[in-house]
């Protein structure tokens, strides 16, 4: 039976994405956007506050495979709904200030997208989300709407983006229960950038995590096994499909939205799938007594960035242990 924390072990510190205090560079490139806005953005403007959201805020990012590094800020204008009543018109005074150099500004749904461009590729992207403030109020107002949306689709969603920060930072007292938690949803997000591109979201993906992770740490090794949390979670996940086939994953502050709402059922069709797939991997590796097999099933699911050991490195563990690798010969 193989455990392969080892492996999981540096297959996380492959993929994983450093906070804005460990990340000098896209904490200079998110300073200089708002130090921009602050200078362009119309005198007659309300002011505005920002924060970090996202997976920077959460501790969960992973290196993007495309390279193109997202950035997710939060602009809190200090205003209300009642002095826009078209939310895009404050989005588009974001877009007019920000639009100029080499950078390629987009008004959508939920925020205001700014890429950098290098070399005729997209660099890295913040992600703007726009709010206004409730009166006597925690929670905020998320503008919503592209320029071109029908009056339907401009609306203000009330949101409380610090408190599900405040939720995925709090879920777990230790210390090593929230390690565990964080790196397993890297994993699952890597695990989607491999199999399903785009969606489900890494909000989704996270939020699926809250409510059904729960941490996986045996008490005869003093060890927290990561394989065996993911595959108590996948199951927990499978479960939770009704009998329409749709995995609902509410947003467990407010508005408690599906976020899966904006998937095709060909799309959960196909999710359910490869969740079913990825379990009959994760089941197949903790059972294999062959640490290279093993692994090969977990790269299959996650990519290259997976570890396969090399041979000389079962060696010199057999040796260690005094057995032959499995497929060995003298």
């Given at each position: ?6 492996h999981f072990d540096q297959f996380h510190d492959t993929i994983k994405l450093g906070n804005f205090d460990e990340n000098q ?70 877009k007019d200030a920000l639009n100029y150099g080499n950078r390629t500004v987009k008004i959508m749904q939920p925020c205001v ?218």
């Amino acid at each position: 039976m193989s455990k392969l924390q080892t492996h999981f072990d540096q297959f996380h510190d492959t993929i994983k994405l450093g906070n804005f205090d460990e990340n000098q560079n896209l904490r200079d490139k998110r300073d200089l956007l708002l130090e921009d806005l602050k200078k362009k953005i119309p005198e007659n403007a309300p002011s505005f506050t920002h924060f970090n959201q996202g997976s920077y805020a959460m501790h969960t990012g992973v290196q993007p495979k495309d390279g193109n590094y997202d950035i997710d800020v939060g602009l809190i204008f200090k205003c209300t709904r009642e002095d826009y009543d078209d939310p895009v018109k404050l989005k588009q005074m974001v877009k007019d200030a920000l639009n100029y150099g080499n950078r390629t500004v987009k008004i959508m749904q939920p925020c205001v997208t700014v890429e950098y461009i290098k070399n005729g590729n997209v660099d890295y992207h913040v992600d703007l989300a726009i709010y206004a403030e409730r009166t006597n109020e925690s929670i905020l107002d998320l503008a919503r709407g592209k320029e071109n949306s029908d009056a339907q689709y401009r609306e203000w969603e009330i949101s409380d983006p610090k408190g599900l920060i405040d939720c995925i930072q709090n879920k777990y007292d230790s210390k090593e229960d929230k390690a565990q938690m964080r790196r397993c949803i890297r994993y699952l997000k890597r695990w989607r950038d491999h199999k399903l591109p785009g969606k489900p979201f890494s909000i989704a993906l996270t939020c699926a995590i809250y409510h059904w992770f729960q941490p996986s740490y045996d008490i005869f090794f003093n060890q927290y096994y990561d394989i065996d949390a993911l595959i108590l979670f996948v199951k927990e996940m499978k479960r939770n499909f009704n009998y329409n086939e749709w995995l609902t994953i509410r947003l467990p502050v407010e508005p408690y939205s599906d976020l899966n709402s904006r998937m095709t059922k060909k799309q959960m069709q196909r999710f359910k799938e490869k969740l079913e797939d990825f379990e009959e991997a994760l089941c197949n590796a903790e059972k294999e007594d062959d640490e290279d097999k093993a692994c090969k099933y977990l790269k299959k699911q996650f990519g290259n960035e997976f570890p396969i050991p090399e041979k000389k490195d079962l060696y010199k563990k057999a040796e260690t242990s005094g057995f032959a690798p499995a497929g060995a010969s003298a």
